[in-house]
């Protein structure tokens, strides 16, 4: 392993545990294409991390890499201190692993507590006729999971539609739900496929205020991929930056910020 | 307190009704809310603990005597309990309004020298904090919300919850400091401050005492025989003295239910869900409430609408006589029956209506057409008319004479007079003390008998023997002809149009009168969309020449009915254009309660009521607007500018043929 600190504290003292999830020379190709070329990089307990690149990038790839939907050719997966085997996607969820789609995957003829439930399947052990019938085990766990559920819904304040179906609900909610629904999960790593795509200011500012405070409030770990970088230079304790599915940045958002690479290939060269 | 006698005459705090009620209500239900998707509740016993454990905790902080204690949030039992708890502390509970942005704030704060600040959530905190120095007596802040707070510098700060536990812990020490403060209050100790919402100037801090807030909620509570079974919503602003009264005068005098939203988004909701039996509103929830319904009833089906429409005719018919008592043909009776059946009680649950028994509107004027909807259901809504130096109540309507355009007969103890001026003066056992440290405007508020200037124009109708209010008295003026110039008759008339939000009328001093017109957005949006109309902003809708055409129709329609009144015949609009922006309170051109601020209106857009009298067929103008997180930003635009029709006294009858007023 890496040698870190077990703990650090970062600037504003919140507690920085130690490496959660280890990626190491991860190499994905599709048939002739490489969308990811040897990257190697580290996700710790309770930071925000970002990965961030120019479109085509090798992000959201990357991200599925994670999430166990993309299996690489090449390098390891380290989770927790064990080597993670190739997995499925449900098994890596049951590991720990909870995310958030770049084009919303919720199911829109249900409500938005149905679909926040969904995220507690996993939870839930009774067996069938024990749902079937609503009885027992199935009763007691409907109530503690739907008691998880409504501290979610109270966290993101989405009381007001709880009932709603999830098709009638503008954009920015329907990225709000889904927030909730990975939430649900109780995860170990949160993975955020571009939280604010297509937001106005004010459903950022409000999606910004939530990460950062689930982040603070439940010491969740936070993955995220995200295209506006005023957003990431905010939120984030440390940045991965890629291009052409290569690693050219990975540091804090200052060090990134100064890495000529970066300037370079993301923000464009400066031309004074 | 075992003898009655002995009871009443302890009564004279809110915390001696307090002990009273955990001794005689124990387990009825005194707080309800909806957390977690549940509705929690508290008996009276309960509460008292809560509450009790919150003073000792209070007392911990050194919380003295006389102190002011200010309360910023929603409405919350906590935040009603902290009310409680100064109280039994010996000092001054302050609610602020929770929307107030942090200059105002910083005013009312450093004028009361709140030693102490209960904060809803981070977002009040951060306010409190950014008016730091211009309130240098704030020594501790307590909030109720945890969420986002922990990384704050938690030296002058705590969690209310923390509070309480610090408290209980410290009964033994502090019980009988506690216990010899409560005992000490006196029926004219100071039982709440509330700021005005300062129509004109600075707001200004009313001290209330118990004897203001007792007496007036035990005889108010008697006018409508409210009792220890009735539920209320308490979702009005908290620094609003109606609040007060409703939701802890009236509920701990009489011993009610308090239930509390579980948000400020889900009142709607939890309206229904609670169904009060006592309830108020401002006229816009009616009208809001009253405008969805009709939007749904559009698109439903064809036998729905007709069904609707039928039993709605029924009703408009009936409805009222039934709910007075009145006599009603038996056929009727029972067509009125089917139509509860099937049309009206489905449509008063959806509304959250169902047990209602009393329920009251004021603060502006309601629509007539509205008002009667609502009583033709069989809802028993009256109209009162107050004001915070009343501790609310001067005069309400009696069950069974109940009227649109009036404001009821004087209230218990109530004595009323109308000045040579026309303006209303009142005197009654809820006068306020005084204005904090304000001896002059006490002084020209009050005068040494205790009669009050309402600062309203209004006279009694001869036949009710009600009060019929006409306009402040100070915005009633004369035309440069010399007739009677009356603005807020006029924009009760045009606000009555669901289309319109808001009117603003000028004309005092002129030759002609002339409006603003604010278009509802939800009403007007609807409509644009069921007639295929394009609109990008609010600000192109408000310019369309087709919404400009509805508009003129509604001014027009307007000028006829004004034109019956012979007294204000000279108040029909000539000319009017349709603001850009909706007026808004972030930008001081409304108070927080929604009142308009002429004074600021005329000088903000004085460009606008220029152009509005010297002719010109439109106008450039630029805005400056607040957003809700308080950054400034500039919006332009081009307003056209429309005439209207005048109706000539003479002719008034043959063209206000059909129109309902």
């Known amino acids: 392993m890496i040698a870190t600190p077990a703990t650090e504290f970062a600037t504003d003292g919140r507690r920085i545990g130690p490496v959660l999830m280890d990626l190491r020379n991860i190499t994905l190709r599709f048939g002739g294409v490489v969308a990811i070329k040897d990257i190697s990089f580290d996700i710790r307990e309770g930071e925000i991390r970002a990965i961030i690149g120019p479109n085509g990038a090798g992000k959201s790839s990357m991200l599925n890499v994670i999430s166990g939907f993309y299996v690489p050719q090449e390098g390891e997966i380290w989770f927790e201190g064990k080597k993670r085997p190739p997995m499925k996607p449900y098994e890596v969820a049951r590991l720990g692993l909870a995310r958030t789609f770049q084009n919303i995957a919720l199911f829109d003829g249900m409500s938005v507590l149905d679909n926040i439930m969904t995220g507690r399947l996993n939870r839930m052990k009774a067996p069938l006729w024990s749902q079937a019938i609503w009885w027992g085990r199935a009763e007691r766990e409907e109530v503690e999971n739907r008691e998880q559920v409504e501290k979610i819904i109270d966290f993101l304040e989405i009381q007001n539609i709880r009932k709603t179906p999830v098709g009638r609900l503008p954009y920015g909610l329907k990225k709000r739900v889904e927030l909730a629904r990975a939430l649900a999960a109780e995860p170990r790593i949160l993975l955020l496929d571009e939280p604010m795509a297509g937001m106005n200011v004010e459903e950022k500012e409000d999606m910004c205020r939530f990460i950062l405070d689930l982040n603070d409030e439940f010491g969740t770990t936070i993955a995220l991929i995200e295209h506006d970088m005023g957003v990431v230079m905010d939120l984030s304790d440390r940045v991965v930056v890629m291009d052409y599915g290569r690693k050219i940045g990975d540091g804090t958002p200052d060090e990134v910020r100064a890495n000529p690479e970066v300037i370079s290939a993301y923000l464009g060269v400066s031309q004074e | ?661």
């Not at chain 2, 102190?67 to 000092?91: E, F, K, L, T």
Request: charged letters at 25%; glycine letters at 8%.
């Open chain 2, 1 to 661: 307190m075992q003898q009655m006698q002995t009871a009443e005459a302890g009564l004279q705090s809110i915390p001696a009704l307090l002990a009273r009620n955990a001794t005689a209500f124990g387990t009825r239900t005194a707080y309800r809310e909806k957390e977690f998707g549940i509705w929690q509740s508290w008996s009276w016993a309960e509460a008292a603990r809560e509450i009790r454990d919150l003073a000792l905790g209070f007392l911990v902080l050194g919380v003295e005597r006389g102190d002011h204690v200010a309360i910023i949030g929603r409405n919350r039992p906590a935040h009603y309990w902290s009310m409680i708890a100064a109280q039994m502390c010996g000092a001054v509970p302050v609610p602020l309004y929770q929307d107030a942005v942090a200059d105002e704030m910083a005013y009312v704060l450093g004028n009361c020298a709140a030693r102490f600040v209960i904060c809803g959530d981070q977002e009040q905190v951060d306010k409190v904090l950014e008016v730091g120095d211009r309130a240098p007596e704030v020594r501790h802040i307590i909030y109720t919300d945890k969420r986002g707070m922990r990384k704050y510098d938690h030296s002058r700060m705590n969690a209310l919850a923390d509070v309480q536990a610090e408290g209980r812990a410290a009964e033994q020490r502090l019980g009988a400091e506690l216990d010899a403060r409560t005992s000490g209050l006196g029926y004219d100790d100071t039982c709440v401050m509330l700021y005005t919402s300062g129509t004109t100037g600075k707001p200004k801090g009313v001290v209330l005492s118990n004897r203001n807030i007792i007496e007036t909620s035990k005889n108010s509570a008697s006018f409508d025989s409210l009792n220890e079974r009735e539920e209320v919503l308490a979702y009005l602003p908290m620094a609003w003295v109606g609040d007060f009264i409703f939701s802890v005068g009236q509920a701990y005098s009489a011993g009610f239910t308090v239930n509390c939203p579980e948000s400020a988004q889900t009142m709607m909701t939890d309206l229904r869900e609670i169904g009060p039996s006592y309830f108020f509103a401002p006229p816009r929830v009616f009208e809001g409430q009253l405008t969805s319904v009709m939007i749904r009833m559009e698109d439903a089906g064809r036998l729905k609408r007709w069904m609707f429409r039928h039993a709605m005719e029924l009703a408009r018919r009936v409805g009222p006589a039934i709910l007075e008592g009145r006599p009603v043909g038996a056929l009727d009776r029972l067509r009125y029956a089917l139509g509860n059946v099937l049309i009206f009680g489905p449509l008063k649950n959806t509304l959250g209506y169902s047990r209602i028994r009393v329920g009251y509107t004021a603060g502006e004027a309601i629509g007539p057409e509205i008002f009667s909807f609502y009583r033709s259901l069989g809802i028993n809504l009256k109209q009162l008319y107050g004001q915070t130096e009343a501790s609310v109540f001067i005069t309400q309507q009696p069950d069974g004479a109940v009227k649109p355009d009036t404001v009821g007969v004087p209230s218990p103890g109530v004595e009323l007079k109308i000045a040579e001026s026309g303006e209303v003066f009142y005197r009654s056992p809820g006068t306020f003390v005084e204005y904090f440290q304000n001896p002059e405007s006490t002084a020209s508020t009050k005068d040494a008998e205790g009669w009050v200037a309402t600062g309203d124009a209004g006279f009694f109708e001869e036949d009710s023997g009600q009060l019929r209010i006409i306009d402040r008295a100070k915005d009633v003026g004369r035309m440069s002809d010399g007739r009677m110039f009356a603005p807020k008759y006029v924009e009760n008339k045009l606000k009555f149009y669901p289309n319109i939000l808001e009117a603003v009328v000028f004309g005092a001093g002129r030759d002609f009168c002339t409006a603003f017109i604010n278009i509802d957005l939800t009403a007007v949006g609807n409509w644009a969309e069921r007639n295929n109309i394009a609109y990008a902003s609010y600000q192109e809708l408000a310019g369309h020449p087709q919404v400009y055409a509805m508009i003129r129709q509604h001014v027009q329609e307007v000028n006829a009915s004004v034109a019956q009144d012979p007294m204000l015949s000279g108040c029909q609009i000539g000319r009017f254009l349709v603001l850009h922006k909706e007026l808004d309170p972030d930008d001081g051109e409304m108070t927080r309660t929604r009142k308009v601020r002429r004074g600021v209106i005329a000088d903000k857009y004085a460009d606008l009521i220029a152009a509005l009298y010297d002719g010109s067929r439109n106008v450039f103008t630029e805005t400056e607007v607040t957003y809700e997180d308080g950054r400034k930003g500039r919006i332009r635009a081009t307003l056209t500018i429309e005439d209207a029709q005048v109706v000539s006294p003479a002719l008034h009858h043959v063209k206000a043929k059909g129109i309902a007023a």
